[in-house]
């Protein structure tokens, strides 16, 4: 088996690493929800690399979401499903349907905001047609106005995506400082969980918590999910500086205390401020 520019070989490799007996038993063991994570994490790494400004690393980080996109094919194939063809057909089908002022109307002319019109229009159709393919067991006894946020988000993005869709009917706070206050309030309810050692309550109050701070990032306009990002950053960042300091003395982290390390902390602190992507990237 050797490397390839065609597509088929990337197949014919999955393929043969889920070949029972002569395959690779990790692979083999695989099943659509033990992939799902990788699938998610490598879409991060794609995120991660752009963010970097780094296209070698994009380029590799692409083909590991492809490799997903192949394992995932394989193993609907394995259960006579469909197979990666049927991917690529479903996909260009949609993108060909949803950009009719290309490939059908060769007189269109329409302007970036229409053209997200038309998108969602047909989005739209072609939800309502898969949801009549359902069987009539599957089909929701209620219609939400939230159902059509997506649930394989992840979870700060689908909490932003559900109090926008809230806000639409007026569901909303009208200052970030009544957020603030809703912060505090879930703070509380923490500390209240805390003193009757409540572990259930305190999971679902930190949920209710972060769910407040995702609304306070949506009032301020900042994207919750790369303001995290950027302080994960910065707390990398600030953690070596920490270490550096330590080496350089002779030390490790385990001979210093916990006093030592939040001196140096605020010494990495007043040393270097967020830089500007990460400023830019916290959406400040």
């Avoid at 609907?76 to 990666?84: D, H, M």
């Avoid at 707390?235 to 385990?254: H, K, N, P, S, V």
Wanted: one cysteine or more.
């Amino acid at each position: 088996m050797t490397p390839s520019r065609d597509i088929s070989r990337l197949i014919e490799i999955m393929a043969a690493l889920r070949t029972p007996v002569t395959g690779c038993p990790w692979d083999l063991e695989q099943n659509f929800a033990t992939i799902a994570p990788y699938t998610i994490e490598e879409a991060y790494e794609v995120v991660d690399a752009i963010s970097r400004g780094d296209l070698d690393d994009l380029c590799e980080e692409l083909g590991d979401v492809l490799l997903q996109v192949v394992f995932h094919a394989q193993m609907a194939e394995e259960q006579n499903a469909f197979a990666f063809g049927d991917v690529v057909e479903a996909i260009t089908r949609k993108m060909i349907r949803r950009h009719p002022h290309v490939f059908a109307d060769k007189d269109g002319d329409l302007a970036s905001s229409h053209v997200k019109e038309v998108w969602d229009r047909i989005k739209a159709e072609e939800k309502a047609e898969r949801a009549a393919r359902r069987p009539p067991q599957e089909a929701p006894s209620h219609k939400s106005l939230l159902s059509g946020v997506k649930a394989g988000q992840p979870a700060l993005t689908r909490a932003m995506e559900l109090q926008r869709k809230a806000s639409t009917v007026g569901f909303d706070w009208n200052d970030p400082r009544a957020v603030l206050a809703k912060i505090r309030e879930e703070a509380d309810e923490i500390e209240a969980a805390l003193d009757r050692n409540d572990s259930e309550g305190l999971a679902e109050e930190t949920g209710d918590l972060m769910f407040a701070v995702v609304n306070l990032a949506r009032h301020v306009d900042a994207d919750p999910e790369a303001a995290l990002r950027a302080t994960n950053t910065k707390f990398e960042r600030r953690f070596a500086y920490i270490e550096r300091a330590l080496e350089a003395q002779g030390r490790t982290l385990e001979q210093a205390s916990l006093a030592e390390m939040d001196a140096l902390w605020n010494e990495a602190k007043s040393a270097k401020q967020s830089s500007p992507e990460e400023r830019k990237q916290a959406g400040r």
